[in-house]
Structures are given as structure tokens and as C-alpha cells.
């Protein structure tokens, strides 16, 4: 019954020609919402995963500059390892004074331990006491135990006037080698 009276209702209207243009002017619009909404849809769920693919690359990109820096880190560190032949912390540290000439004023180095890192590395440790350095030879030391040919870490440094001359310095410090194991 109820679709009778609504077909009767579109013929009337169909057989009037101003409603006719309303009709197709209606049937076109909801043509067109059917087409266009989903459309707007798809367009911003791809906006949405595109700038979410952009982020995950941009963090990616991120990511693999800082793997690349860290292997070139560790690249330097290794081949470090291989450009001498120095056996032993005393060895090393008695090189760079050497080199610097501040060996005469080395009062001692005590061997404080050796132990294993990460089952690659061995790190040596010892405590290294000198007199009468002036500031100059401290920088010096600092900067050649840096750039020393194998790995050297200053771990802990105590500096104080020297109680004969206070222009000069008396530096106790704990150095640690690295090596193969």
C-alpha cells in the first residue's frame, strides 16, 4: 500500500515539469553525495597515513644517522686497537710522558686491576701519580692521552697545588686501557 502511494507521488511529479527539473536536480545531488563523500573519506584516511609514513621515515632516517655515526665511532675505536703494539698501561702512559717530557716528573704508576668488558674487551686499570706539573703539561698530558694510538680513558682526576711551588701542580689520576681480551 504504502509503496502504491509513493510510486502515485513520483508520477505526479514526473508528469509536472517543474518538479521534474526539482527531481532530477534532487536525484543528480544525491548522485553526487554518493560519489563525492566517499571520496573525501579515501582522500583523507590517505592524508592521514601519508603524513604517518612520513614520520615513521623522518624517526627512521633519524635512526639510521645515529647507527652510522655510532659504527663510525666504533670503527675509530677499533682500529685504535690495531695501530700499536702497546701491551700495557705502563707502557702507554710512559710513551705519552715520554713524547711530552714530563716522564721525570712521573712519581709513580700503581696497577690497580684488570678486568673483562663485554667479553670483547679486557680494560687495564691504574693509578698514576705526578709532581710539579705546570698547567701547560697538564693540558698537554690531557690532550695526548685522548689522541694516543690505543684506548685510553681518564676515569677519575685529583689535582692539587703543589705545596713547594703553587704555581705547580700535583695530579693524581686513574687511567684505564682498553684491548682485546
Same mark, same amino acid.
Request: glycine share 6%; hydrophobic share 55%.
Given at each position: 500500500m504504502k509503496f502504491d502511494s509513493l510510486f502515485t507521488l513520483i508520477r505526479d511529479y514526473w508528469q509536472d515539469r517543474a518538479s521534474r527539473k526539482k527531481m532530477v536536480i534532487v536525484v543528480v545531488l544525491i548522485g553526487f553525495y554518493i560519489l563525492i563523500i566517499p571520496n573525501l573519506l579515501w582522500v583523507r584516511a590517505g592524508e592521514k597515513e601519508l603524513s604517518e609514513l612520513t614520520a615513521k621515515y623522518h624517526e627512521f632516517s633519524t635512526l639510521s644517522n645515529k647507527y652510522r655515526s655510532l659504527r663510525a665511532s666504533v670503527n675509530a675505536i677499533e682500529q685504535k686497537k690495531t695501530l700499536t703494539k702497546t701491551n700495557s698501561i705502563t707502557q702507554a702512559i710512559g710513551d705519552i710522558s715520554l713524547s711530552i717530557g714530563i716522564k721525570e716528573k712521573m712519581k709513580s704508576i700503581k696497577l690497580t686491576g684488570t678486568k673483562k668488558v663485554m667479553d670483547q674487551m679486557s680494560e687495564e686499570s691504574a693509578e698514576i701519580q705526578m709532581e710539579k706539573l705546570n698547567m701547560s703539561e697538564l693540558v698537554h698530558l690531557f690532550y695526548k692521552i685522548e689522541n694516543a694510538p690505543v684506548?685510553?680513558? $681518564?676515569?677519575? $682526576?685529583?689535582?692539587k697545588?703543589? !705545596?713547594?711551588? &703553587?704555581?705547580?701542580?700535583? $695530579?693524581?689520576?686513574? $687511567?684505564?686501557? !682498553?684491548?682485546? &681480551?
Open positions: 684506548v685510553l680513558a $681518564v676515569k677519575r $682526576v685529583a689535582i697545588k703543589s !705545596f713547594e711551588n &703553587p704555581e705547580l701542580l700535583d $695530579v693524581t689520576m686513574a $687511567v684505564s686501557l !682498553f684491548g682485546g &681480551p
